[in-house]
């Protein structure tokens, strides 16, 4: 009924995460160590933490969006998520399906 994930294809997300994140690490490290010269020819470091923020923010906010169209295209195909095929699934393998989404924001 519901479907499985390739090894594969599992592995190859995995490795996608790691690359990404890592790479995410790195070029902010670098971008906090570049230098430039201010108008008196002084080399000044970068200090804009803000748009390191605001990238952070714009990419979860897209993971979101994603998430939404997601559970909407599910309620179109199946009139409530409640008789999606996974939903049934869920349940009959005794999982839990009704977490309260604001238990989210005590790590966040």
Do not use: W
Not at 53 to 67: H, P, Q
Not at 82 to 104: Q, V, W
């Amino acid at each position: 009924m519901a479907e499985k994930i390739s090894k594969i294809l599992l592995y190859t997300i995995m490795a996608g995460m790691l690359i990404t994140g890592t790479m995410n690490t790195i070029f902010f490290k670098l971008q906090n160590n570049e230098t430039t010269e201010d108008s008196n020819g002084e080399p000044q470091k970068f200090n804009h933490a803000f748009f390191q923020t605001f990238t952070m923010f714009v990419g979860e906010f897209m993971c979101l969006l994603v998430y939404f169209l997601h559970v909407y295209i599910e309620k179109r195909k199946h009139g409530d998520l409640i008789r999606s095929p996974a939903m049934i699934e869920a349940k009959r393998k005794g999982l839990k399906t009704d977490i309260n989404i604001l238990l989210f924001a005590i790590p966040a």
